[in-house]
């Protein structure tokens, strides 16, 4: 027994650190993984475990950087920008393009084994096999959405890499339209798969009401962006509709879903979790601000909501954004603080601004930054319902009211919405999830989603027109690795 948890061990090792897919052209790397590890439901077990680990490695800074990074939310911080400015400049080339899709690829290569090698396993049960293969769906789905927003067209690889040959290692960008083809498809069948509309303990990995808000994000991306119309709006809103119900609910108390300790809450539908002892720290830790930059001239209730630096301030809430948040809102206090100095006289002085949704917690005095990034949670349901409804031409003042509710507590009846115009009731829908969901990696994907990039952004505002700008461009590291792969148009 003993001898079999070590050859486990090591081969859950080898799948998570080792069998990576570095790029589209490969080598062989997974011949171990399908002669010898893929025989038992423990070995599944190891393999999925490999997944989630590849998602989190993603979570770490990757998916801030693609889907808000580039958006109004972000600014020079106290320390400068550390070439963060080059996503919220929007001043991105092939040389300084970002992170790349490779780490993607490789989360697809783990699904993808997972979906290869599973069907031909016994289980305990064929329950336990469906939920397997559900997640690894939903995996692949996710995986491609993010790359198909971020790059647009994009090979498509539905096979592990185990051998090389010039048709899976040496793939063109497949159209947009395919790759949504395939996600739809994956959709569908992850959701076939689930057996029930149960959320796991922790709420750490994928179930059916967490894919149903990804299905929801996908259709009401198809419907605006790819002529989708009513039936992708509709799509959406029977998703966001199944999720009615599971076990969630908006938390009373906005702070504490983010909470180190208030993981797994009934408010979440899907987070990538982040441990202590099993990760240093994650990409929030670039928007916190160290203890000597501190200032001692600043006020008591601001040194309280910062009580221990930790981090480095690298790129900060802009100012666009931050006067956009009204004093009655508890949103704003518990998302970011503005710190100011004053002179003897009492006046005020801007110093600096900071992340607080995602500040972590104090281990030994030390501020540790390993919040789980919430891919999706039930506020973001009710705003997406808001969007569909209103797409249909229904009224999304309900769902409005729910958020603005829980974020102006005794003061929402000043802010009750009435439904509008679609383009008023668009406009407020958008506000709304900058204000609930600012630094949760949505802002971007949701103004290019909107049509808004170029009225919002204000580096984007004097090159309207140029919509190859909403696309990042391939690195050349990336360009490097196949003939097949080419740049997008504009850089």
């Known amino acids: 027994m003993k001898t079999r948890y070590y050859t486990l061990t090591l081969l859950v090792l080898l799948l998570t650190g080792f069998s990576c897919t570095n790029s589209l052209e490969l080598t062989p790397v997974s011949q171990i993984s399908a002669n010898s590890f893929w025989q038992t439901e423990a070995d599944v077990q190891g393999g999925l475990y490999g997944m989630y680990v590849r998602l989190r490695g993603q979570a770490q800074n990757n998916l801030f950087v693609w889907g808000e ?18 996503y919220f400049q929007n001043t991105l080339d092939r040389n300084f393009a970002g992170p790349d899709w490779l780490g993607m690829y490789t989360l697809i290569h783990d699904a993808n084994l997972i979906l290869k ?9 064929p329950a336990a096999k469906n939920n397997v293969l559900a997640q690894a769906y939903a995996t692949r789905a996710f995986a491609y959405f993010v790359l198909v927003r971020t790059w647009g067209d994009v090979p498509l690889v539905t096979e592990p890499t185990e051998g090389y ?3 899976t290692n040496l793939k063109p960008r497949a159209p947009r339209a395919e790759v949504f083809s395939l996600i739809k498809k994956d959709l569908d069948q992850a959701l076939l798969l689930f057996a029930d509309n149960s959320l796991p303990t922790g709420r750490s990995i994928w179930s059916k009401p967490a894919t149903n808000a990804l299905k929801a994000d996908v259709y009401l991306w ?22 009615a119900t599971a076990d969630v609910t908006l938390l009373a108390n906005f702070a504490s879903i983010f909470d180190y300790a208030n ?40 040194k309280a909501l910062i009580l221990t630096g930790g981090g480095s301030n690298n790129w900060a809430p802009s100012a666009l954004v ?26 005020p002085t801007y110093y600096g601004s900071l992340s607080l949704k995602f500040k972590g917690f104090l281990l030994a005095g030390i501020r540790q930054f390993l919040d789980d990034v919430v891919l999706y949670r039930y506020a973001d349901v009710l705003l997406m319902k808001a969007e569909a409804k209103n797409a249909l031409g229904q009224d999304p003042a309900p769902e409005i009211n729910q958020i603005r509710k829980r974020a102006y507590g005794a003061a929402s009846d000043k802010y009750l919405f009435v439904n509008g115009t679609k383009a008023q009731n668009d406009e407020a829908i958008l506000q709304e999830r900058l204000l609930e969901m600012i630094f949760e990696g949505k802002r971007w994907w949701d103004l290019i989603r909107f049509g808004k990039a170029f009225e919002k952004v204000p580096s984007l505002q004097n090159r309207v027109g140029r919509e190859s700008l909403l696309l990042f461009p391939l690195s050349e590291n990336v360009l490097s690795l196949s003939p097949a792969i080419v740049q997008n148009p504009g850089y």
């Open 222 to 243: 198809t419907g605006k962006q790819a002529a989708g119309g009513n039936a992708d709006f509709t799509t959406a809103l029977n998703a966001l509709n199944d999720i």
């Open 322 to 347: 931050r006067r956009q948040f009204n004093a009655d809102d508890q949103r704003k206090n518990a998302s970011l603080v503005e710190i100011f100095t004053y002179d003897a006289a009492g006046r």
């Open 165 to 167: 040959n010039d048709q």
């Open 69 to 86: 990074g580039r958006s109004d939310v972000m600014d020079f911080g106290i320390e400068g920008a550390a070439n963060f400015q080059r």
């Open 117 to 125: 090698n599973v069907p031909a396993i016994s289980f305990s049960t």
């Open 263 to 302: 993981k797994g809450n009934k408010e979440i539908l899907i987070a990538v979790r982040f441990l202590d002892k099993e990760l240093t720290t994650n990409g929030y830790s670039t928007m916190y601000i160290r203890d000597d930059q501190i200032p001692r001239a600043t006020d008591a209730a601001t």
